[in-house]
DNA sequence: AAATTAAGTCAATAGTGCTGACATATTTTT
DNA sequence: AAAAATATGTCAGCACTATTGACTTAATTT
């Protein structure tokens, strides 16, 4: 197995660098939740919803569509087993009454811990191997790669609490 | 809807910031080559076996099933499509004939180029609108990121060229 | 009263992943 | 040379996640 001989430019091969690292770290970044949800039957799909949920209380479905990005049917099985399982609640909107908003049941907020303990323990790892400036570069580097037009509603979403 | 009062502490509000930013920016990388796979028929599992055949010409398949993490039969799959519609040229291997040892085609080193030139774009942007000592900071922050144990495998696999 | 909005539902389909067992060819060990 | 190990491929079947497009219900707004 040699080196590619495709792409030469050392600004090139930088960026290839960054590609693949990205990869390596999304992917075992979600092995642990991944290995909990499977005791529990469910997939990542219901890791994001119960993330989301937990995050954001109160949450209309159409608001959880627009940040997951996934279509309703996708999102209604995944919501459906949820709360039929007693992970999630659902309550009528108090203005609005076609709303249906989100919340985290007992059960819900323990699972939410769960799947959220290995991924805070892996960034505090991760943060506390880098120097203390190291945050604010993270920071800004995570806001550039978001597509341009939902960094504000992303960082809106983010820095709340 | 109302920041979740479950999370209190600063420490981990920043973690669960950075889980959220992760996942944001994940997400938004994958969405252009993934508009590009659908004119192809292709899903996420080609281009992931496109790109690491295209970084690594004559790459085994048992090295390709260990950077990708799943399993034989999955891989199967995608790389026969792959072989059959021409993207991908299987050999035997000159001191092991047993071995079958992966390249992409002209085909195949086109549409490799074509995935991952959005993600080279995103990549360099992030970079520019960054300070130069970024980049050190990011390579750590992913390196640290990623299994202990992978460290060294995916640091030899990735700065090469 | 009509139009719009929020959400749920239907059936059908595709992509990705899994397990476990088995087959083939080739190389290495005994 | 025979036996064991290795690299790869293959079988059938199943589960999860996602898609599209059309339709329904309920509630609110115009």
Known sequence: MRPSNEYTEPETLELLEFVELF???YRDFVSDPDR???EFGFGRAHHRVIHFVGRNP??????????????KQ???????????EGYIEQ???????????????SSGRELARKL????????????????????????RIFYAMIDQENRSYVEDLVQKG
């Open 23 to 25: 990869f390596f770290a």
């Open 36 to 38: 909990i949800l499977e």
């Open 58 to 71: 109160n949450i209309r479905v159409a608001n959880l569509l627009n940040i997951l990005k996934i279509t």
């Open 74 to 84: 996708s999102l209604g099985r995944v919501l459906k087993q949820l709360v039929d």
């Open 91 to 105: 309550k009528a909107g108090t203005k609005d009454r076609r709303e249906r908003r989100l919340l985290l049941t």
């Open 116 to 139: 959220a303990k290995p991924q805070l323990d892996r960034i505090a790892k991760t943060l506390a191997a880098a120097q203390p400036e190291a945050k604010a570069y993270y920071r």
